[in-house]
């Protein structure tokens, strides 16, 4: 048993447009110490899919199905108590905007004592403790003082710190970070994945990392999960998706990721077109309509049949892919693409 099981996972809305599903048939799974990379262009599911572990959707308005387990425990059906009583306390969750969880009248020291006396019996003495260790281990300088600022006095990149602080107050197993560095220059960014990596080491903490860049997951992905459309196109262990992708939707994500050891600096290509509307999906493939290789999968099937999530190989039953198109001729297809690119790293 994993530490988080998410076994078809469907999301939907109702729209005055028509039901729009944002997240269907997706499954993955996180052991303790391990971080999954939830992968894809915005518009494809990833947040939608946090909330849903995290239980933050309003089930007024939102049908969500199948099974997420944490711990074994069942959370799609759990009552809104249950899950409330787990979120903050066993899992947490981090976002871009820090202001979104951080308020904007009350000092660091009294949110952060705050979060931890909603899940724990402290005094608020021992809370502020508490409080200013954390503060230190996520790399606050001067964390003492620090306590009685206001989340406008600090920076972009110390703002991110406190919410991560502040989500790990009460000792979460699960941490879901949602774009947490996206809005931060390449070097705050490279600390934060840096500090994710030691926060992890230290507590054991299972972390799923949701970005739209292929870029940021490398350092501390063991396994990734590319969206596309609501629905996992390729998943694997990192090494796979970096170094053997199949999917030409990673392929073309991977085009537009600038890799040092390549020599290449220039940024790069995005894939032409955009995500497909959730409410009217293809019929067959869902990247059919941006896809430059259609063509050569015979009798049309691109247009008319969805392809299954299957393993490459039985050697490696792990790494998925989502494509009509035969594996040995989708490795010979990665390796034109990319080839100049996956030699420069080796
Ligand atoms: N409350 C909602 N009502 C209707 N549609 C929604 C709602 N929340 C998200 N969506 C739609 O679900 C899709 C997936 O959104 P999201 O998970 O936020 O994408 P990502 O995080 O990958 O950028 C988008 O098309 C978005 O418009
Ligand atoms: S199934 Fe067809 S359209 Fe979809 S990714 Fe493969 S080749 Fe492209
Ligand atoms: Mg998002």
Do not use: W
Not at 15 to 27: H, I, L, P
Not at 129 to 139: P, R, Y
Not at 195 to 205: A, K, S, V
């Amino acid at each position: 048993m994993s530490f988080l099981e998410v076994e078809d996972l469907r999301v939907q809305f109702s729209t005055d447009d028509g039901v729009v599903k944002a997240v269907d048939g997706v499954s993955f799974t996180v052991d303790k110490r391990r971080t999954l990379a939830i992968v894809g262009e915005s518009g494809s599911g990833k947040s939608v899919t946090s909330a849903a572990i995290m239980g933050l959707h309003n089930r007024k308005t939102a049908v969500v199905e199948g099974s997420v387990r944490l711990d074994g425990q069942e959370l799609i059906t759990a009552t809104p108590d249950t899950v409330r009583a787990l979120r903050g306390q066993r899992m947490a969750m981090i976002f871009q905007d820090p202001l979104s969880s951080l308020h904007p009248f009350y000092s660091v020291g009294d949110q952060l004592v705050e979060a931890a006396k909603v899940h724990q019996d402290l005094s608020t003495k021992a809370a502020l403790a508490q409080a200013k260790t954390m503060l230190d281990k996520v790399g606050i300088p001067n964390a003492e003082r620090r306590l009685s600022d206001y989340p406008h006095n600090l920076s972009g990149g110390m703002r991110q710190r406190v919410m991560i602080a502040m989500a790990l107050m009460n000792g979460p197993e699960l941490l879901i970070a949602d774009e947490p560095t996206t809005a931060l220059d390449v070097t705050v960014q490279a600390q934060i994945i840096a500090l994710l990596r030691d926060l992890q080491e230290e507590f054991g903490t299972a972390i799923v990392l949701i970005t739209h860049d292929l870029g940021v997951v490398a350092d501390l992905a063991d396994d990734v999960v590319v969206m596309y459309g609501g629905r996992v196109v390729e998943s694997g262990g990192v090494e796979d998706i970096y170094y053997r992708p199949e999917m030409p939707y990673t392929l073309g994500l991977l085009g537009s990721v600038p890799r040092m050891s390549a020599g290449r600096q220039d940024r790069l290509k995005p894939i032409p077109g955009s995500p497909p509307s959730l409410i009217r999906l293809p019929e067959g493939c869902v990247f059919r309509p941006r896809c430059p290789y259609h063509t050569l999968v015979p009798g049309n099937r691109c247009d008319t049949e969805r392809p299954e999530l299957l393993p490459v190989s039985a050697r490696n039953p792990e790494h998925g892919v989502r494509c009509h198109i035969k594996p040995s001729k989708r490795r010979e297809l990665a390796a034109e693409k990319l080839g100049d690119l996956v030699e420069g790293t080796a």
